[in-house]
């Protein structure tokens, strides 16, 4: 997964002035009982100046079939109820928290989250203390905890409000934006709308692909020091600069049609050391992406412009400069594949990479993937989805987001595609936020009147905010396949000078 455990888009959609009373009270709310379900706490919040009062469930739902169970948060706000529920999303293995509950409580929705059957951001649920693997908690983080969350949540609004919903929506970004999605392959009559940012579509097949740098730098005895991924970084920028938006503002806008050549950094000299051929050789091989035995393709690699940092570190350790991998990666193949918590990375080789890659692709995308691209029942079941993706995201590479929609919109037809599911891609933009780059303003707003009153967008607003709030500069993240590009006239800095005009990358 990404680096970091991220929240989920801030909603800043208004609150209408006429609100939905409760039905009961939340002292009433402890004999909700709806199959399966035990409610811990009932509590009601008071709020304070930037929070209204309500009404916050902590439920334990239990799994029909299996030994899992889950904790469900749901928040019901007392006086400033806007008709609406949101389920959020977590990040990494965490499937969600309480905490990310605030933003859309203060917006006036009914809000719950869920940790998907396990406390904590760490992959230990995967194993039992046996060694043997955890399935009930691994198919609750694939897709049942937020199925469970999602039915128990919108009953408990039904009982406490005495009707349903008008409208739901689902708002995650990373392990949310999967979970997103996965909602609407699966359970395509649960959410009138999904935002799904930075989404972790190809789970199996990214998830695995995500320690290849590691793999190179040991099959190549040449870990690369970190001043030297960074100064070929600025170099891709430098030289591709203009790329897609015609503008110099230290953003690629359109990283795939950059053509910057590695090979020209050879003797370079930097903090940390002359960039020699043989660290070339390992940069370039990274951004390729991960390949078989015999060089043939198996997942995207870093897109020009994104930072190696994260999962191709590197540390000085007794002198010698040695790998130091992303610790989900570490948790992903110990405990998901080898079950085997003492499990020595460093004894990864391209054979061994790939066997794993293969394995994790036939044992678990089944359960944690979200790459079926038929998504015609959540399509005529009136849903709505607006996919976000960062181009400069180190962790989960918006290739893999650009290969899903294109084959959804293969399956059902561009033009049908184009009436429920949307994808926009943010020049510069990290995982689900960060980078030197407009940041996306509100697309949760987009999806909501999309879903609301039929505006199918074209654009999501972004922009550069200054540390005392003034805006910097706006630009528009046109919908794929168009990106942004200035018209030649006008303050670069100004959105209302860009157009949106066809990708050639």
Request: proline content about 6%; hydrophobic content about 40%; overall charge neutral.
């Amino acid at each position: 997964m990404a680096a970091v455990v991220l929240a989920a888009c801030t909603v800043v959609l208004p609150v209408p002035a006429a609100s939905a009373a409760p039905a009961r009270s939340c002292a009433d709310m402890t004999s909700f009982a709806p199959p399966r379900t035990k409610v811990l706490a009932a509590k009601q919040d008071s709020g304070d100046s930037t929070t209204p009062p309500s009404c916050r469930l902590t439920l334990r739902v239990a799994d029909p079939v299996d030994s899992g169970s889950v904790t469900v948060w749901v928040y019901l706000p007392t006086r400033t109820w806007n008709g609406r529920f949101q389920g959020v999303g977590g990040g990494g293995f965490s499937g969600g928290n309480p905490d990310s509950l605030v933003a859309p409580l203060r917006a006036g929705y009914a809000a719950a989250a869920t940790d998907v059957g396990h406390v904590g951001a760490t992959a230990d649920f995967a194993l039992n203390a046996d060694g043997s693997l955890n399935w009930p908690a691994i198919e609750d983080y694939g897709y049942e905890g937020i199925q469970d969350m999602t039915v128990t949540a919108k009953a408990a609004v039904r009982a406490f409000y005495g009707k349903a919903p008008a409208y739901s929506y689902f708002n995650g970004c990373s392990t949310g934006g999967r979970q997103g999605l996965m909602e609407a392959q699966r359970f395509p009559d649960e959410y009138d709308g999904v935002l799904a940012g930075a989404p972790v579509i190809n789970y199996s097949r990214m998830q695995t692909a995500q320690i290849w740098g590691q793999v190179v730098m040991l099959e190549s005895r040449n870990p690369v020091a970190a001043c030297k991924f960074d100064t070929a970084v600025k170099a891709e920028i430098a030289a591709c600069d203009t790329v897609g938006d015609g503008v110099r503002d230290g953003v690629i806008g359109d990283p795939l049609s950059c053509r910057f050549d590695m090979s020209s950094l050879v003797g370079k000299q930097t903090p940390c050391g002359t960039i020699t051929a043989t660290d070339v050789a390992v940069m370039k091989k990274i951004q390729e992406g991960a390949r078989d035995e015999k060089g043939r393709f198996l997942w995207y690699g870093l897109a020009p412009g994104a930072p190696f940092a994260g999962l191709n570190d590197t540390v000085e350790k007794d002198g010698k400069l040695v790998g130091a991998p992303f610790v989900y990666d570490l948790w992903w193949i110990s405990l998901f594949l080898e079950q085997d918590r003492s499990w020595d990375w460093t004894t990864l080789t391209y054979e061994r990479f790939e066997n794993y890659f293969r394995q994790a692709v036939r044992q678990y995308n089944d359960i944690l993937g979200a790459d079926n691209p038929d998504l015609s029942r959540f399509q005529r079941s009136g849903g709505k989805a607006v996919i976000w993706h960062g181009k400069a995201d180190f962790g989960v590479p918006y290739q893999g987001t650009i290969d899903y929609i294109d084959r959804v919109r293969q399956k059902l037809g561009p033009a049908r595609t184009d009436q429920f599911a949307r994808l926009f891609l943010a020049p510069g933009v990290g995982h689900c936020r960060g980078g030197d780059a407009p940041q996306l303003t509100d697309p949760f707003g987009a999806l909501v009147d999309w879903v609301e009153h039929g505006k199918a967008p074209v654009k999501l607003d972004a922009r550069i905010t200054n540390a005392d709030g003034t805006v910097a500069a706006t630009r528009p993240v046109c919908v794929y396949p168009t990106l942004a590009r200035w018209t030649g006239k006008g303050d670069a800095k100004d959105g209302r000078n860009y157009r949106c005009v066809p990708s050639r990358g």
